[in-house]
Structure formats: structure tokens, C-alpha cells
């Protein structure tokens, strides 16, 4: 029996096998998606959900992203002076970051392998580390 209920769903879903196949679904939508299903379901602060849902959806005030939005401030990370201030940089890639990264709980050495991308490197990082870990991990970004 055809309700409201079935047939928007039937809809909803028509709507997205139109958009997965006009416009593909690349691995890093994908791999993003499970990277904020993986936040979410944490067992940490709300607020640190928060911060680590806009970190992979790179919307966290860099200095990167303070210049696209047209403010005026010098994109070098004031850290280490090491490139620009980018979310990457900020949690990852910065000198800074690796020696907290290094000398945390997890004792992790990063580097700069995952191509500038967050949401790649906590893939990585969640392959690599117990579950249990991440909340760790997202806990200390
Ligand atoms: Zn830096």
C-alpha cells in the first residue's frame, strides 16, 4: 500500500540516485560522511563534536579561512612561522601540533602524508588506532 510516508521515501531516495549519479560520489564525500558518523557517535563532550565536525567541514576560524572570507590578517601560522594556518596545519602539520601529538597519550608521529586533508588523516588515524582511541584523538585536537 502506497502512503505519504513510502512515497517520499520512495522519492528521497529517487532524489538521491539522481544527484549520486549526476554529480558522483567521490571516496572523500564518503570517507566524510563516515568521519562525522564516527564524531558523533563519541563518547565525548558535545563541544568537542562540535569542533571536530567543523574541522572536517573546514569552517573553523584559520587564518585560511578568515582570508577567503575577506578579512585582512597574514595567513602564516604565528606558531611556527611554517606555512599557512589552515585547518590541517593548525591540528596536524604545525611543528607545535606534531610535538603534542608525539608526547600525548596516543604517542603518534605525524607527517604530512595525507594530503591536507582532515578528514583522510583521521581515516587514517581511525584504521590505525582502537576505537576507544579516537575519542582520545578528537579529545586532544
Ligand atoms: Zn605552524
Known amino acids: 500500500m502506497l502512503t505519504i510516508r513510502s512515497a517520499y521515501h520512495l522519492a528521497m531516495e529517487h532524489r538521491r540516485k539522481v544527484l549520486s549519479s549526476r554529480f558522483g560520489e567521490s571516496s572523500t564525500t564518503r570517507q566524510g560522511d563516515l568521519m562525522i558518523k564516527l564524531i558523533w557517535k563519541q563518547n565525548i ?8 565536525w567543523k574541522a572536517c567541514k ?3 576560524p584559520t587564518k585560511s579561512n578568515l582570508l577567503k572570507r575577506k578579512v585582512q590578517v597574514p595567513p602564516q601560522c604565528e606558531v611556527c612561522g ?3 594556518e589552515t585547518t590541517v596545519h ?8 606534531a610535538t ?5 597519550l596516543l604517542g603518534l608521529r605525524v607527517d604530512n602524508s595525507s594530503s591536507g586533508d ?7 588515524l581511525h584504521s590505525k588506532v ?12
Do not use: Q, Y
Open 130 to 141: 582502537r576505537e576507544d582511541k579516537m575519542a582520545i584523538a578528537m579529545t586532544i585536537m
Open 82 to 84: 611554517n606555512g599557512d
Open 45 to 52: 563532550p558535545t563541544k568537542i563534536k562540535h569542533f571536530m
Open 118 to 124: 582532515l578528514r583522510a588523516w583521521l581515516s587514517e
Open 58 to 60: 573546514d569552517i573553523l
Open 90 to 97: 593548525a591540528l596536524k602539520d604545525c611543528s607545535w601540533a
Open 100 to 104: 603534542v601529538w608525539h608526547f600525548s
